[in-house]
DNA sequence: TCAACTCCTTTCATTTATCAAGTCAAACCG
DNA sequence: CGGTTTGACTTGATAAATGAAAGGAGTTGA
């Protein structure tokens, strides 16, 4: 269902999702028409699911990327979930998660300030640890 | 530095990378060309960091997304982080933390028995807490 | 006021993408 | 075996996007 060619299109459009399908076609052995036909199928597939960019997010203000464990005391999560749904500006994931709590929140602050302020209201709904991000 | 319409143009990308600069530049009131020249000053400013594709892994056969919380026992970190270095296959991120261990380890896995094997290999150089993720 | 700059638009030549056939090989089936 | 079907690719023509150059409007500062 997904031979060689086709993960190495995965490969190529992984490093550079605004190469040309010529460009693509020439590094994969096809020509433009048969590599655009093989992305066309990937989209259909579900296996590509978007086309997106990396953003810097220290030069956009975000100095601070955190991970914070949840636990909640109760077994109602929606105070939480409400909670997090007016802060997404700051939230970049909330995986739900089995082990140790209950939720990880992938977050990041332009300040401790806005880190201190969110903890404080999120402490409102459920108990949490910090980790900081300090690399990769 | 960064005006309102730079923050469209951000936006308008990380929903669709692969759109056309003609298009793009309608979205945001301006020629394709005026918008090819932001986007190309965002590139050299660093805040654009690359294209690239969200692939959506469970159809890759990744069914397992997980977190690992590393506790190094020594001081000495190189043995865990040569470990990891032979296991990127199954390694998304290894972020450097403060708070509650050394490493966070963002991971995916074909299946519990690769899982299980690489959490054996993974004891020999540390200790770890395993989170599975089940949701978003 | 003038010059230098920035940012944008317009125009046009070039490149790229897209659509419609057409080719080829493997698989299927009477 | 021969014929048909199917899937994946190539070729060729056309439409669309891109990139470069020229120029205009607004801003800044001497």
Redesign the interface.
């Known amino acids: 269902m ?1 031979d060689n060619t086709d993960q190495l299109i ?1 490969d190529e ?6 190469i040309t399908m010529k460009e693509l076609g020439e590094k994969v052995h096809l020509t433009g028409q048969a590599a655009s036909g093989r992305v066309a199928k990937l989209e259909d ?12 997010q220290t ?2 203000g975000y100095f601070i990327h955190a ?1 914070i ?1 949840i636990i909640t005391q109760s077994t109602y999560h929606q105070p939480y979930l409400s909670f997090i749904k007016t802060q997404e500006a700051y939230i970049i ?9 209950c939720y ?1 929140l992938e977050c990041k602050f332009p300040s401790n300030k806005a880190l201190g302020e969110f903890l404080e209201d999120l402490n409102k709904h459920a108990n949490y ?8």
């Open positions: 997904l995965l459009l992984s490093k550079n999702s605004r597939n579900g296996l590509i699911e978007g086309y997106t960019i990396k953003v810097n030069k956009l991970f464990t994931h909330n995986y739900k998660i089995s082990g140790d709590g990880l640890k910090l980790s900081i991000v300090i690399n990769k």
